[in-house]
């Protein structure tokens, strides 16, 4: 049975995971877990048989885990979101590079 799992490498997601150098969550770490199992042992480990979820055990981890949905962050405004773009490094060499260039064109005119 070729699933998901045969495809996702575990030390790929450990490497993803630590590339932005944030906190492995236990939901992430228990999912690392998971995808090194086989399909068949994962599926026994998480309680779910090859035809899915009854729709009483769905509701219920619906309850226990909430909605299967990625949740969005909130949005900035688009003043926020300009300031934001200046914390790259290029953009603010570009900005100096751009203030001393116009400094040495006005100080050429006069």
Same mark, same amino acid.
């Given at each position: ?35 090194? +199992? ?5 599926? *026994?480990?998480? %309680?779910?048989?090859?035809?899915? @979820?009854?729709?009483?055990? !769905?509701? #219920? ?16 405004? +688009? ?5 934001? *773009?200046?914390? %790259?490094?290029?953009?603010?060499? @570009?900005?100096?590079?751009? !203030?001393? #260039? ?9």
């Amino acid at each position: 049975m070729k699933t998901l799992f045969a495809k996702i490498s575990p030390v790929l997601i450990r490497k993803e995971t630590r590339a932005d150098a944030h906190v492995v969550t236990d939901d992430e770490k228990r999912l690392m877990d998971i995808c090194a +199992l086989t399909p068949e042992e994962a599926m *026994r480990r998480m %309680n779910v048989e090859q035809r899915g @979820l009854s729709l009483d055990e !769905a509701a #219920s981890r619906r309850e226990t885990y909430g909605s299967n949905e990625i949740t969005t962050g909130k949005k900035n405004g +688009l003043l926020v979101d300009f300031l934001i *773009r200046f914390r %790259n490094p290029l953009v603010i060499q @570009l900005l100096v590079i751009a !203030a001393v #260039s116009f400094s040495m064109g006005i100080s050429d005119q006069a």
